[in-house]
């Protein structure tokens, strides 16, 4: 996936002028050997320029950094830390950064060895605070270096999605479709979050795919579809329209990306698309996406920002899908109770026309909309890519303006069952957890559209913390709670 940054963190040990400078230096080294022993040397780097005391050490360490070509930092503090210098450091590095700080190392050297790097870190914070400087600490972030490495490692999906972020340019085309006012997407919220965006005509689009008819690559693209579709290839004659369409939107994210290093669309799918463009372009959307370029349907711009945090943050595939419809009593008794924990209300069904990626469908065919059907002719429909979800761990979530620019998110994990859903489109049987409290008090009771993003896997505690990061505030940033612990809207005698 060459559309998502790759991280590389720079450490930088800190200390305090009154605590020896040794403690910092030795527990830098022994933090960079255990994080090379236990994972990938090219995450990171090791800051040997000086151990930040001053203004002026800050500088000369951010120089450094900036030079080695380090697009996030890791401030680590060996001993107390200079509370100044350090935050400083924060302050001028541009880029998501972290704080952590060493443990003791023994009850036998706590004189000359002592760093009280556990009080330091409570002025870090506050420092961080008096000048409106993000970062990110971990949830207990004191420990030894093997300790501390994992935290760095934890820190890298959080700081690939900022950095993404960072560099990220949305392309999307036309309007939402009438009666999708619930996809709106005031866009001063994209810019305060670094992210650009153009907005274009879907004429434009319908202009430079007429340009593409001819293209000499489209033979090639069919080739490459017909060996992922293989038996599921049940509308042959539409690969080649499809073929054009695919290479239309790489060449306009090329050529419209600017100076980002990452692009997302946010693409039209209905009502005019089917009968000027002859198909329907979700196949697209999926195998796009299932490169890391994500494309959101319906013209859902925060649903596409969505989808790329998600593949920063999995590096995989993502989707984005309707919470569509409740799972019928009939196939909860048959086929779940009893076989899994889990209550009918904490079920539903994850459906979209067809725009999952084939690898994460237990086996797919070529279709048609049939929703689209029922008032087109279905030649004009063909383009949807089918199957049931494959089984395994599931995040739902979402960030999203509200309509008068405040940052929400969710997150809430669950699986996709292992369950026929005798239904059409990219479509799975989800289940989630108090599912139906989480439904009523935080998708209905926040007004968030009824489209959410889907990692395939469990990354809660990354994209927590990465809507942390970005500044969404703790009363709007919702997981699905435990029975235990109530909404605020919740009525407490129900």
Request: charged letters at 20%; aromatic letters at 10%; a negative charge.
């Amino acid at each position: 996936m060459n559309n998502i940054p790759r991280v590389k963190v720079g450490i930088v040990a800190v200390s305090r002028d009154c605590f020896p400078e040794s403690l910092s230096v030795n527990r830098r080294k022994a933090l960079v050997a255990a994080y090379r022993e236990k994972y990938d040397a090219a995450d990171i780097y090791e800051c040997p320029v000086c151990i930040v005391e001053s203004e002026l050490h800050m500088v000369e360490a951010l120089k450094d950094i900036q030079a080695a070509g380090c697009n996030a930092l890791c401030v680590y503090l060996g001993n107390f830390g200079p509370e100044i210098a350090e935050t400083l450091l924060a302050k001028h590095f541009q880029g998501p950064k972290m704080f952590v700080a060493a443990a003791e190392e023994s009850q036998d050297n706590l004189f000359q060895g002592r760093g009280d790097a556990y009080c330091g870190m409570l002025n870090a914070s506050y420092n961080l605070k008096l000048r409106g400087v993000g970062a990110y600490i971990p949830p207990y972030p004191v420990g030894d270096a093997g300790e501390c490495a994992d935290m760095i490692h934890d820190f890298l999906p959080i700081a690939r999605a900022v950095t993404g972020l960072a560099g990220l340019k949305i392309i999307s085309f036309g309007p939402r479709p009438l009666n999708f006012l619930a996809c709106n997407a005031p866009i001063w919220q994209l810019y305060n979050l670094g992210v650009e965006i153009e907005e274009n005509s879907e004429l434009d689009l319908f202009e430079a795919f007429q340009k593409h008819a001819k293209d000499a690559r489209i033979p090639e693209v069919v080739a490459d579809m017909e060996a992922e579709l293989g038996a599921g290839n049940k509308k042959p004659e539409i690969l080649a329209k499809l073929a054009q369409y695919e290479l239309t939107l790489l060449d306009w994210a090329k050529e419209h990306r600017g100076y980002r290093s990452c692009v997302a669309i946010a693409g039209k799918c209905w009502p005019a698309f089917q009968t000027q463009f002859g198909f329907v372009p979700c196949y697209v959307n999926s195998r796009l996406t299932g490169r890391g370029i994500p494309v959101s349907c319906e013209v859902d711009i925060y649903g596409a920002l969505s989808e790329f945090i998600g593949t920063c943050v999995s590096q995989d595939a993502v989707t984005l899908l309707d919470i569509n419809n409740s799972v019928p009593k009939d196939m909860y008794r048959q086929s779940i109770q009893g076989i899994y924990d889990y209550q009918h209300t904490d079920t539903f069904m994850g459906f979209h026309c067809g725009n999952t990626c084939s690898s994460r469908l237990s086996s797919c065919e070529m279709k048609y909309q049939m929703i689209m059907a029922r008032s087109l002719p279905v030649e004009v429909t063909n383009g949807t890519l089918e199957g049931d979800i494959m089984p395994g761990d599931i995040t739902f979530f979402r960030l999203q303006s509200t309509a008068d620019c405040k940052l929400r998110a969710y997150v809430a994990q669950g699986e996709v069952l292992p369950v026929a859903t005798r239904s059409f489109g990219s479509v799975g049987v989800f289940a989630i957890r108090e599912m139906g409290r989480f439904y009523r008090h935080v998708l209905i009771q926040k007004n968030y559209p009824h489209h959410g993003a889907v990692a395939f896997g469990h990354y809660g505690r990354e994209l927590y913390e990465v809507f942390r990061y970005l500044g969404v505030p703790a009363e709007d940033l919702d997981y699905n709670r435990p029975a235990s612990l109530p909404y605020p809207s919740e009525n407490p005698f129900v």
